[in-house]
């Protein structure tokens, strides 16, 4: 972590270097930690730092860039000269019409000390404590704990400046029987948040109560997901629909669906960088600040997230959610949240006459995007659910649903909501759902 | 880098390690892309830094940097150090490494033509020249990409160890995606998801020949609009080459990673049904049934002259005349099973610590020809190109779509399908496998997007095979 006087610096002087029409610069720096652990010892424990600078010019409309990873005055010089030479090389893109313009707004960081100077020592503190409870039940105790400090700087030639801190910290238990499995993860930007105790608990007991499953034939079910199984069902929706970029390239199911109901009623989904329910950075890496954006207002589809390429193309304004430029996945929801119910967990289960209660997804993979057709397996965790109660574990499935078509068929959302953070973050409540389809079944 | 290395040797070894190793890389990486008759993105990235994994009171410990200087070497070393440290603290042994031949080297890559030589314009040109060949009417979505990587890579141990290694990697790819406002199918070449790779100059650029077989895939896609979904039930499937990849990749790649059997990434990518009990005695696969891990071939992308704890790049068997015989291992893992170690170590990049990967998995050519592939089935389906991929966390049960299917009646190539897909359990899936097209048939396909580990680590690993045949297999799962 360099600090901001000194990150703002290298990108002021990068545009200073520039003769370009327009000039953009973006640095990334991190100091990143994990302690892995498996078969109760810590196996694969890490850390590192390192930086990114990457420089976009236009000439017109021919858009250029590259990237390095230091910022000595030399190699400055030489990033410009690249971006600039390729920029010269390049041939015009038509839907280019600007970098972002600035906007003002007072950026707040997401950082915390105590996480930023997590030490290898305190990562193996905890570590040790879930290992303990493990071993003293004879189980195998696996996962991570992850502690990241960030610091992201954009600046443009059109006056765009913005400097942020973010830190974040995760940590994940599997725990292993000879015949089950179970998890828990937990992610926040303060260390001390972690709450330990409760991921302990619930990896074990998951793993405890699973062991010994049965096999049932696959066929519709009602199901109840926990967060960690809906909010991979959520992600997929991030990519294959809710974004300008799978809109343009027709994959999105919400082509020409804008202002109709598409699900049912409970959904309501918005992307809100700035909710305290989300681990975010206040702008995009294109400067621009995140606004919150509605995809669906209790089922009606309202709108899609943009970066500012998408947004100039069709006359409107970035929303804030760019992806470090040049970027195929671009734009790109890195704050859905999901509203919750009324219910619980418990409530669920006990209005479940005959169904299946999911942990966890795992491998899921959309087969048909534009109906939002995903399949995946189940992981870590699936029981039946018989008379309004868990009564067995069940050996794992393979399902193939509609996304769209299980949130028109959700029954009950839960007031308890999770925040699950890989890479972006979802924040999501506990599901029921009816007639989920499993088409398939595996050994374990 | 010389100095580097001496510095963090002797700092870690000052610190207390007994063992430690540090690998250096500086990279250089040109992607171009281009999206309906434009160029989308080109990106030049360079990067240089150097990590330190040791071996501290029994525990790992690994930290890198970006700062290539000597006092930097220092520091880092005696992070990784203290790092150990604290994984020492819950140790339940101390880690152990098999015993190899350590090895000084030095070993360039010869390529025909050097891609960063190439002028960017020349680039652009032939990829708005495919651009162009795949613009028929009801396409919205034409793309077309070329990625270049060089790298020069230096690794030295406390055994004594000095390996300098270069790896240039040449791909390209083109893909469309067709609509009639209601769905949408998508065509790509020569595989999907960016192409094709290979430890190749710009000549295996050349060598793809986008630009012809731009209509050919802009007209399927067009077609399979219309086409009839792929029937369900249970048939014959011949899989054609890019999608056989894949189902070496999934079905046999990964679970035959040792780290995975020994529970080591329990945590995130699963374990495996291949369960240390199981080697050499158990039927994988039909008799025809031959996979080799093979570093050692030139061109490979999956291939290397040394791995990232210095072991040279070797060719086993994984399975011999359908038997399970081998896994994909590590120093220390080989020597957890009393194995031979056979040099599968790799990380993607300086910042991460090596861990269990693929090399070249491949399925050995067989000696049928492709026609006598479809003489053999009297109603199934032709499948290629991969679309979607999904298996279980020990690697069972398994789902594959792909993007354009063909029923078979009668020995012949029928209708075109849409929507193919498949599923089976892994090893009652290679147990039906009844032929295997020859070397004529045979290529090495790159997959340059492989996903493992914590932090996620993406690998360029590459597997060669021919198309092949399945009996009885569960076709059209597609809700």
Redesign the interface.
Known sequence: MIGKERVLDILKNVISLSNADQTEALFMGDE?????????????????????LSVRVAIGKN????????FSEEVVKK?VH??IL?AK???????FVSFAKPEQRKDRDFFVEATANC???L??EY??KI?SKTKAKGF?G???F?TNALEVGVANSLGVERYTKLTISTL?S?V?TDTS?GYSEYSSVDVNKIPLDDIIRESVKVAEKSQNPVSIEPGKYEVILTPYALAELIGSLCYIALNARAM????SFLI?QIGKKVLGESITMLDDGLSQETISLPFDFEGVPKKKVMFFDKGVAKGVVYDTLTAYKEGKKSTGHSLP????YSPYPMNLIMEGGESSREKMISHVEKGLYVQRF??????????T?I???T?DGLFLIENGKITKPVK?M?F???IATALNNVLELSKERKIIYDMASVTVPYARIKDF?F?????? | MQEIVESALFAAKKAGASYVDIRSIQREEEDI?TKNG????????????F?VRVIANG?????????ATPEEGER?AN?AV??????S????EDAKMSDFKVHQDRVPQPVKIDPFEV???KK?MIL?EADKAMNVQGI??RKSSMHFSKEWKTFASSEGAYIEQERIVSGAGISV?A?D????QVRSYPGSFGGDYQRKGFEFVEELDLVSHGKEIAEQSIKLLSAKQCPSGTMDIVLGGSQMALQIHESVGHPTELDRV???????A??S?LTADKLGTFRYGSDIMNITADATIPEALGGFAYDDEGVKAKRVYLVKDGIFVGYLNSRETAAKLGLEVMGAMRADNW???P?IRMTSINLEPGDKTFDELIKGVDHGILMETN????????R??F?F?TEIGWEIKNGKIQEMVK?P?Y?G?TYEFWRKCDGIANKDFWHVWGVPNCGKG??IQVMQVSHGTAPARFRDIKVG???
Request: some cysteine; glycine content about 10%; overall charge positive.
């Open positions: 990143s930690h994990l302690t892995g652990f498996a078969n109760n010892y810590i196996h694969r424990n890490v850390g590192g730092k390192d930086c990114s858009v250029g860039s590259a990237m390095v990873n230091s990033v690249d971006a390729i090389n390049q041939r015009e893109n038509l839907d030490t290898p020592e990562r193996a570590v040790s290992l195998i696996s996962g991570k992850e994940k599997v292993l499995s343009n390239e027709g994959m020409g430029q040049p970027n195929p795992w491998y899921t993979n959309p087969m048909d995007p534009r109906n057709v399949t995946g397996m992981r794992n393979r193939v649903e509609s389809t088409t398939g079944k595996t050994e374990f | 892309t434009a160029v989308d993105a080109i990106k030049r990235t360079s990067s240089k830094g990590g525990g790992w410990g690994f930290s890198s940097s970006f700062i880092v992070e203290q790092i150990a440290l604290a994984s603290k819950t140790k339940l002028p960017v314009t652009i708005l919205i979505v995606v609509t406002g209601k769905e949408m020994l529970g080591e990434e329990a945590s995130f699963g374990t049904f910042n991460k610590m861990i679309k979607s991929w999904s298996i279980d966390q020990n069972l049960n789902q779509g929507n897909t599923t359990i914590e932090p799962v597609l809700k």
